[in-house]
């Protein structure tokens, strides 16, 4: 008895932490053009990458942010690339922000 109480235990918390990640972000394949916030779109006071999407006339600014997309800063700063992003979309402070899992530009 004691050792399903404490797998039952285990599988809510699991599915507690589960749930609260996807409801955190949704996973998301981004394609559109790369550029530097503070460089290239004057919207920020430090570099961070930018992905701008337009889909029906509209463009829509999906800051970039984790590990992956710092490291992938260089192609970016001080130019406008075709890019395509993977990654977990939630919004943050009136942002959409991704957190990134792939980067890379469009040949």
């Not at 955190?24 to 550029?35: F, T, Y």
């Amino acid at each position: 008895m004691k050792k399903i109480i404490s797998f039952l235990s285990v599988f809510a918390f699991a599915s507690v932490m589960a749930l609260t990640a996807h409801a955190a972000g949704k996973e998301v394949k981004l394609s559109g053009e790369g550029q530097c916030a503070k460089c290239s779109l004057g919207i920020a006071d430090k570099c961070q990458n930018v992905l701008v999407v337009e889909k029906d006339g509209k463009k829509t600014n999906y800051f970039l942010v984790g590990d992956k997309s710092k490291s992938f800063h260089k192609n970016l700063c001080q130019g406008v690339h075709k890019t395509k992003v993977e990654g977990s979309c939630a919004e943050k402070d009136g942002k959409l922000e991704v957190d990134v899992t792939a980067i890379e530009l469009v040949k």
